[in-house]
């Protein structure tokens, strides 16, 4: 498996870090969120990235998107 955060498997790409296993550390968390909080510039593309997934999945069946979605990357 590739990705296990949803809005990445969705639009087959790393739009929010994985910070599962060995980077699910206070430290990196702690500089993933600042770097949201305090770039704008990165903000801007993170907000719009994920304005990407709203878009996948708020056309016809959203729930049936999802899953098809995911049934691909599986």
């Known amino acids: 498996i590739k990705r296990v955060c949803l809005p990445n ?6 739009i929010v870090p994985e910070l599962v296993q060995n980077k699910a550390k206070s430290e990196i968390i702690s500089d993933e ?8 510039n990165y903000k801007k593309e993170f ?28």
């Open 47 to 74: 907000v719009n990235k994920l304005q990407h997934v709203v878009n996948a999945l708020t056309v016809g069946n959203s729930a049936e998107n999802a899953a098809k979605i995911i049934l691909q990357n599986i």
């Open 9 to 14: 498997i969705i639009l087959d790409e790393d």
């Open 33 to 40: 969120l600042c770097k949201i909080l305090e770039d704008e």
